[in-house]
């Protein structure tokens, strides 16, 4: 049963490039949610996606934008990146729709350094 | 504004005693608490949860118990083994029962168990 998988695991970036990171859930999940996590603090919600859409967004400017594909995987795609960006970046996906609480289950991180 | 706190960055226990690692929050409408557990190079990995209908859940050696009342909740492990040194994430969401919820993290607190 194969979990929440991210590519890449690393990835060195310049001022002012664009960057897209990619997500597959973890098998029978539907909705996948994106963090960033800055050195040393938990990880920041940026947004989350279920049936294609983004069903929920964190304080986090337009540069960052995403999508969900019919087969449920999702990219994050982040424009004109800052030397601010360089983070971990998480993927967690569950069971979304009105059915219970379900937790999230995190893949193991995209790092994102910018020089 | 952080919502979910966990004030103590870091606990030391020997090996075989309780682990108490303690979360506090202020958002009342946050009714789904969760915890992870993370090492170096991995992903939050889920350990166990409790939504705001109960005061206590527990698994194997991993309780949490929830106080509505103080807005605290706290994960305890007995008895501690040296693989549980990690760092552990308190995490808190308002879906309204549902799993349409952002999780909002803490710092986070590491836990060395020492043998």
């Known amino acids: 049963d194969a979990g929440v998988t991210q590519s890449p695991t690393h990835l060195i970036k310049t001022r002012g490039q664009q960057v897209t990171l990619r997500c597959s859930p973890k098998s029978g999940h539907d909705t996948v949610s994106w963090y960033q996590q800055a050195l040393g603090q938990g990880p920041q919600f940026i947004f989350q996606?279920?049936?294609?859409?983004?069903?929920q967004r964190g304080n986090f400017p337009d540069r960052f934008s995403g999508h969900q594909f019919p087969n449920y995987s999702s990219e994050l795609n982040v424009n004109a990146l800052l030397l601010g960006d360089s983070a971990l970046y998480l993927c967690?996906?569950?069971?979304?729709?009105?059915?219970?609480?379900?937790?999230?289950?995190f893949g193991d991180g995209t790092r994102l350094s910018i020089l | 504004d952080q919502q979910v706190k966990q004030n103590s960055p870091s606990l030391s226990v020997q090996e075989g005693r309780i682990s108490i690692l303690n979360c506090d929050y202020t958002n009342s409408m946050f009714d789904y608490f969760l915890w992870y557990k993370k090492y170096p190079a991995e992903g939050p990995t889920f350990l166990i949860s409790i939504s705001s209908i109960k005061d206590k859940n527990e698994d194997g050696r991993f309780t949490v118990f929830l106080n509505k009342s103080a807005k605290h909740l706290s994960l305890h492990i007995v008895p501690s083994q040296p693989g549980d040194s990690a760092v552990y994430f308190c995490a808190a969401s308002a879906g309204g029962g549902t799993s349409y919820g952002k999780l909002t993290f803490g710092q986070g607190t590491i836990l060395t168990v020492h043998p």
């Open positions: 967690a996906s569950s069971l979304g729709g009105t059915g219970r609480n379900q937790p999230q289950h």
């Open positions: 996606y279920y049936e294609e859409e983004e069903r």
